[in-house]
């Protein structure tokens, strides 16, 4: 889950370099919750590469439409 993780936030940070500064605010979600939904995502889909940041963003917006 790590490499994971650390691809998601890498490929984020290049598309959105404040992403730090972004992830510190009270109404974002927490970023190990976002990277183990946006895992379980690419688990469910066995595992294929190539859509991380899909999975990513799709997690975000799960998240804001919980709010």
């Known amino acids: 889950m790590d490499y994971f ?4 936030h890498a490929m984020r940070s290049h ?3 404040a992403v730090e500064e972004e992830c510190a605010t009270p109404d974002a979600p927490a970023h190990q919750d976002v990277a183990r939904l946006a895992y379980s ?11 991380a940041l899909e999975d990513w963003l799709r997690a975000e917006r799960e998240f804001q439409d919980r709010k």
């Open 5 to 8: 993780r650390g691809r998601l």
């Open 15 to 17: 598309f959105h370099p």
């Open 41 to 51: 995502y690419w688990e469910a889909r066995g595992r294929q590469h190539g859509s």
